[in-house]
C-alpha cells in the first residue's frame, strides 16, 4: 500500500483540532501540526518527513491517560485513532488463537469484533481466511486485559503496559502481546517478537544491525530481558508501535461478580486480608485441576461511594444498580472466573462465610452471575474513577488550574491496614479529602484528591511527592500502571530514579538524542 505524500496527510493545527491537545488528565498543551495515519505507511512517510525537519512528535491514540502523555508540547501531534482494522487472524501449533491489530483500535471495539466473530476482511490473506473459518468453530476467546476505560486504544494499553480489575489473576498487558511492529526512532519499520532481540550481557543487537547497550544493573529480568518488553510500557518515547499481535485465551464458562459492603472500614480490610492468606487455602477445597481462579479483589472506600452515589444520580448505567444504605461505608469488589458451575459456587460460598465472619451482613452485598450481569456490576466498579473525574470537572470550572491529582504507587510487602492508616493520617493532618479504591490485593491503591480549590490542590501535589519519597524508601513502585507522562515525571526529582527509567534514559539517549519522541514525558533529558 503506498502512502499519500507527507504534505497531504499533515494539516496545520486549527480551533477545530482543541480536543487534540488535551487528554484525561485535564491538562492543555500546544502543537503546530497534526496527521490521522491510517496505516503503516502512511506513519513511516510522516514520521520520516518530520525527523528530516527536526520536529517533535507526540503519539496520541485514544486519549483517555490521565498522567497528560498524550498532550503535546510543541510540534506535531501523531494521531492514531483512525488505524483500527483488525489485519488478521493465527493459530498456532499449541492450537492457540492470536489476532493482529492496528494501535488505534479501542478495548471495547475489539472485544465486540471477537465476540462476533465479524471482521473487515480488506487485505486478508489466504491463511487469514483459514484461520477465521477455524476460529469460528472454536468456543468463545476474548483477550484478558481490561483497564477501567474501555475506550482506551490496543496501542495506548501497550505503550503503558496496563493492568485493569482483573490483573490480579491475568497480569499486566505485555503477558498477552506476542509481537509488535514499529516505526523506530529514524522511521524504519521493524517486526519484534518475544523471544527475539534479547538483552544478552547489556547489549540488544536491534533489526536493522545497530546494537543498544545498558547498564546490566538497569535490567529488570522480569520486565525487560527482550527488545520487545522495552517498547512495551515506553509511552511512544522509542518509536511508535504500528501493529500487535494479541495473544487470545478461552473465554470463562462462569464469570461471578460479588460486591461486599462494611459498615466499617476495618471489617473490609480484615476480609481482604483473610482472603489474601487463606486464598491457597480456598483453592485447595476445589480440584487440583481446577481453573477456578479469583480473578479481581477490589476495595472502595466511603469516600469513593459517596462520589458514585453522586453521581448515579445523572449515570443512566449506574441508575440501573441497586441503591445501598449510607451507613455502609466500605466496599469490596470481587470476580470469580471458572469453567464449573459447581466449583466457582462453592469459592463464592466460602467467601460470603468469610465476610459474614468479618461482619458484612449478606442482606448488603450484591451478588451476580453470567456476562451480562457482570458487566453491570463493572459498571459500578468503573463508577470509581468516572465519578472522581465528575468532580474535578466541577471543580476546574471554579479554577481551571486543577487538574486530576491521584496517585499509582504500589507497596506489595506492606498490609493493607498499613498503607490505609499512612494514606489516611496524611490527609486528616493535611485537611485534604480523597477517594481511595484500587488493587487490594496486592498493595496497589489509587487515592485520588478532591480539591475544592487551588490551594487545596498545591497541598495536594505536595503530599503525593511526599507519599512517593515513602513508598519509595521501601522498595515500592511510584508508577505501575497508568504510565508516567508529563504529570507523575516530577515524583522522580526528589527520588532515586526507578531502574525502569534509568533503563529507558539509557536507551533514549542512544536511539533518540535529539529528544523528537514525545517530548517531556517520563524524563526531563
Not at 465472619?357 to 448488603?364: H, K, R
Not at 492508616?421 to 486528616?428: A, F, I, S, V
Request: glycine fraction near 8%.
Amino acid at each position: 500500500m503506498k502512502p499519500d505524500t507527507p504534505i497531504n496527510l499533515i494539516q496545520p493545527l486549527e480551533d477545530r483540532h482543541v480536543d487534540y491537545l488535551k487528554d484525561e488528565s485535564r491538562t492543555l498543551g500546544e502543537a503546530q501540526s497534526i496527521s490521522f495515519p491510517e496505516n503503516e505507511p502512511d506513519v513511516q512517510a510522516i514520521v520520516k518527513f518530520l525527523l528530516k525537519q527536526k520536529i517533535p512528535i507526540t503519539i496520541q491514540g485514544s486519549r483517555t491517560g490521565i498522567t497528560g502523555g498524550a498532550v503535546p508540547t510543541c510540534g506535531h501531534i501523531l494521531n492514531l485513532s483512525k488505524m483500527t482494522k483488525v489485519l488478521g487472524l493465527k493459530l498456532d501449533k499449541k492450537g492457540q488463537f492470536s489476532i493482529r491489530v492496528q494501535p488505534g483500535i479501542s478495548l471495547s471495539e475489539l472485544d465486540q469484533q471477537i465476540y462476533n466473530g465479524r471482521f473487515d476482511t480488506d487485505g486478508w490473506g489466504k491463511k487469514d481466511f483459514d484461520v477465521l473459518e477455524a476460529f469460528k468453530k472454536a468456543g468463545r476467546l476474548f483477550w484478558p486485559p481490561d483497564p477501567s476505560e474501555r475506550s482506551a486504544s490496543i496501542g495506548g494499553i501497550a505503550a503503558n503496559n496496563s493492568r485493569g480489575i482483573c490483573a490480579h489473576h491475568y497480569g499486566a498487558a505485555r503477558h498477552h502481546i506476542k509481537s509488535i511492529r514499529i516505526v523506530d526512532t529514524n522511521g524504519e519499520i521493524h517486526s519484534i517478537t518475544r523471544d527475539q532481540t534479547v538483552f544478552s550481557q547489556g547489549v540488544c543487537q536491534l533489526p536493522g544491525g545497530n546494537k543498544i547497550q545498558v547498564d546490566l544493573e538497569n535490567l529488570e529480568p522480569a520486565l525487560t530481558d527482550t527488545l520487545m518488553d522495552l517498547y512495551l510500557g515506553s509511552e511512544g518515547m522509542l518509536g511508535v508501535i504500528t501493529e500487535m499481535t494479541l495473544s487470545l485465551q478461552p473465554f470463562p464458562k462462569e464469570i461471578w461478580g460479588i460486591v461486599f459492603f462494611f459498615k466499617i472500614q476495618s471489617q473490609a480490610v480484615d476480609f481482604i486480608c483473610t482472603i489474601n492468606q487463606k486464598q491457597k487455602n480456598l483453592l485447595e477445597h476445589q480440584k487440583k485441576e481446577s481453573d477456578t481462579n479469583m480473578a479481581a479483589i477490589e476495595f472502595m472506600d466511603q469516600t469513593t461511594l459517596e462520589c458514585i452515589r453522586e453521581y448515579k444520580q445523572i449515570n443512566s448505567q449506574l441508575k440501573e444498580l441497586p441503591d445501598w444504605h449510607t451507613s455502609l461505608t466500605t466496599a469490596v469488589y470481587m470476580e470469580i472466573h471458572g469453567n464449573s458451575e459447581k466449583e466457582v459456587e462453592n469459592l463464592s460460598e466460602r467467601l460470603l462465610e468469610t465476610a459474614a465472619a468479618c461482619g458484612n451482613d449478606p442482606d448488603n452485598t450484591w451478588a451476580f452471575c453470567g456476562e451480562a450481569e457482570i458487566e453491570r456490576l463493572r459498571i459500578f466498579r468503573h463508577g470509581a474513577a468516572e465519578s472522581v473525574n465528575y468532580f474535578i470537572d466541577k471543580a476546574r470550572q471554579i479554577d481551571f488550574r486543577i487538574t486530576k491529582l491521584g496517585t499509582d504507587m504500589a507497596l506489595e510487602n506492606a498490609s493493607l491496614s498499613e498503607l490505609l492508616e499512612m494514606y489516611c493520617q496524611d490527609l486528616k493532618t493535611h485537611e485534604l479529602f480523597a477517594a481511595i479504591f484500587g488493587h487490594a490485593a496486592n498493595g496497589h491503591l489509587h487515592v485520588n484528591l478532591l480539591p475544592e480549590d487551588y490551594q487545596q490542590f498545591e497541598k495536594g501535589r505536595a503530599l503525593i511527592g511526599d507519599w512517593a519519597k515513602k513508598i519509595s524508601a521501601k522498595g515500592g513502585s511510584v508508577v505501575t500502571e497508568h504510565g508516567v507522562g508529563k504529570i507523575k515525571k516530577e515524583l522522580f526529582r526528589s527520588i532515586p530514579l526507578p531502574r525502569r527509567l534509568k533503563l529507558i534514559r539509557s536507551v533514549k539517549q542512544q536511539l533518540d538524542p535529539d529528544g523528537l519522541w514525545n517530548p517531556g514525558n517520563m524524563l526531563d533529558l
